[in-house]
């Protein structure tokens, strides 16, 4: 079981920046598909962005252009620049990394946009 730990979430104003962080405690990063979902109050949980274990990105199209997702092999660390925050970016953000058929979810951040 691999652990992953999310931080770096917090209040911003509208049009406000936050990266968020992910680490992870397994040696298999670097094999690992990585990724961002979300959970806003009411809602299903969404994907927002991943990056595989090659460093190719995908994101949903209500975040293109405005977050960006990375990942340093070295620190065992995603992270997802979030750029613009609107008030309907507000959610808990979950951090995950997938090897094989084997999933692992962090605990959340919340990211809250408001003024």
């Known amino acids: 079981q691999v652990q992953l730990v999310e931080s770096g979430g917090g209040l911003v104003q509208p049009g406000g920046s936050l990266t968020l962080s992910c680490k992870s405690d397994?040696?298999?990063?670097?094999?690992?598909?990585m990724g961002w979902h979300r959970q806003a109050p009411g809602k299903e949980r969404e994907m927002v962005a991943s990056i595989t274990a090659g460093g190719s990105t995908m994101y949903s199209d209500f975040v293109k252009g405005r977050f960006t997702i990375s990942r340093d092999n070295a620190k065992n660390t995603i992270y997802l620049q979030m750029n613009n925050l609107q008030p309907e970016d507000t959610a808990v953000f979950y951090c995950y990394g997938r090897y094989l058929s084997q999933m692992n979810w962090g605990s959340g951040t919340q990211v809250t946009v408001s003024s």
């Open positions: 397994g040696v298999i990063f670097p094999l690992m598909h």
